[in-house]
């Protein structure tokens, strides 16, 4: 436990001094700004608005941050160190997720709160965040590997965000939810749509079980993907 708290710590400050704190601060201060802009629609509509905030908006601190630690640590042959090790790929994992799932929590809340006020339920907004940013981090992880750098992997990403983000379209109402059901980010936009919306026990229950399922299954994904593209790659 102390080793990966340590590990905790040292990921901290290589996210600091990799700016992303400061990028942070400014995604903050540019989300504040836009929504005050429409205070009307954000605050009548809620129950779409703020659940389709954070699926938009965790992407960055989460999915696209983790995808640049992991590119940023390849390039300065981190990664070599790290196979040599006694550092465990679950406690890499962990230390990852954990602080970018807290890190893009704290700023999603922030700004919702900054805009709309109170008048949620805390627990299904922080759970389905927390849900959204471990699967938006695991999912970063795992499809950035096979890239040497974040040009490269730039053009793709628009691609695998725009498949992650298909349930907003069910959840404006262009599509009915059977055919979203199976996808990764409903179970968290079911949870924040019930922060605003009364939604039935057997929602809830999809949303909490589903989302657990999806961590799972995202992180043993991760830890396959951490022996081929890192343990192998830096054997070889």
């Known amino acids: 436990m102390s080793r990966l708290a340590n590990v905790i710590r040292w990921e901290v400050t290589l996210q600091y001094r990799y700016k992303f704190y400061a990028v942070t601060g400014f995604v903050v201060f540019f989300w504040v700004c836009v929504l005050s802009l429409f205070p009307g629609i954000s605050r009548t509509n809620s129950g779409l608005v703020v659940p389709a905030f954070f699926a938009i908006n965790l992407n960055i601190t989460t999915f696209y941050f983790i995808a640049g630690l992991v590119l940023l640590e390849r390039g300065e042959g981190i990664h070599t160190a790290l196979v040599t090790s006694p550092l465990r790929d679950f406690e890499y994992l962990i230390s990852k997720v954990v602080t970018l799932t807290l890190l893009a929590t704290l700023e999603s809340i922030a700004i919702v709160v900054v805009v709309l006020g109170g008048g949620f339920q805390w627990t299904l907004l922080l759970a389905g965040s927390f849900q959204l940013a471990v699967i938006y981090s695991l999912i970063g992880f795992i499809l950035v590997l096979p890239y040497d750098s974040i040009n490269a992997f730039l053009m793709p990403s628009v691609v695998y965000v725009t498949l992650l983000l298909l349930p907003l379209v069910e959840h404006f109402g262009g599509l009915s939810r059977v ?39 995202c992180f043993l994904v991760a830890r396959r993907r951490f022996e081929e593209f890192l343990v192998r790659r830096v054997a070889v």
Do not use: C, T
């Open 179 to 217: 055919f979203f059901y199976l996808h990764p980010v409903e179970p968290a936009l079911v949870l924040m749509r019930g922060a605003y919306i009364s939604s039935s026990w057997g929602e809830l229950a999809y949303g909490v079980v589903g989302g657990l399922l999806w961590m799972g299954i």
